[in-house]
């Protein structure tokens, strides 16, 4: 009972397709569609040399999207919302410390965009499933994991809050250029992983991040 009605549909796709052959005008304008990057690979970017040849007025957006992670990602992720803390605490530090415009510029930035990014990364996180936090190995040296990433230590962070004026701005700025070198860093070590980074919004975050941490 099925073949009948295949073929008539089948008969009536033949006769608009010489419909459409008979006439001097395609299709024109943009087709905007996403697919994921493995299924758009196989099964849609060979065929788009020949939509061109046949549509020429025709442009096709092609969206891919890729939402795979691996535990790098994650664990980059959730160091990073680490890090990122650190740098809205030393903003915080600023106030009725430094009288240095830039100083109170740069700490209002980073204090907003850093917050921003933390609720980005842990969002990021539990759209996947994964805890914000990282489990930590026994026999891990907490302080030593977070130098690697150039942040200050608790004692230097007491310091900090103890100085004023000149010596505040001194150490503040030796600290979070220091700081930001270590989210630079942590970026690259990611990149130079494979596998890693594959998700389309998760490579634009990391490379915003850098642009943003040198520009500071």
Request: net charge negative; proline share 5%; charged share 20%.
């Amino acid at each position: 009972d099925f073949l009948p009605y295949a073929r008539e549909i089948l008969a009536q796709a033949d006769a608009a397709r010489a419909v459409l052959g008979g006439t001097d005008t395609g299709p024109k304008g943009t087709l905007r569609f996403a697919a994921p990057s493995s299924f758009a690979q196989l099964h849609i970017m060979p065929l788009l040399p020949e939509a061109h040849e046949l549509y020429p007025d025709l442009t096709l957006d092609l969206r891919l999207s890729d939402t795979r992670f691996s535990p790098a990602d994650v664990k980059f992720m959730q160091d990073m919302i680490v890090h990122h803390q650190q740098a809205v605490d030393f903003a915080a530090l600023v106030e009725g410390r430094s009288n240095n415009s830039d100083i109170v510029a740069i700490a209002g930035r980073i204090d907003a965009s850093q917050a921003d990014e933390i609720a980005f990364m842990r969002e990021w996180l539990a759209e996947r499933g994964q805890p914000a936090a990282m489990q930590h190995h026994a026999g891990m040296d907490h302080a030593a994991h977070h130098l690697m990433m150039g942040m200050a230590t608790p004692a230097q962070m007491a310091e900090l809050g103890t100085l004023e004026s000149t010596a505040f701005d001194r150490l503040f700025l030796q600290l979070m250029v220091r700081h930001h070198g270590g989210a630079i860093d942590m970026v690259e070590t990611l990149h130079d992983q494979p596998g890693t980074a594959y998700d389309p919004v998760m490579f634009e975050f990391t490379n915003d991040l850098v642009k943003e941490q040198q520009a500071e």
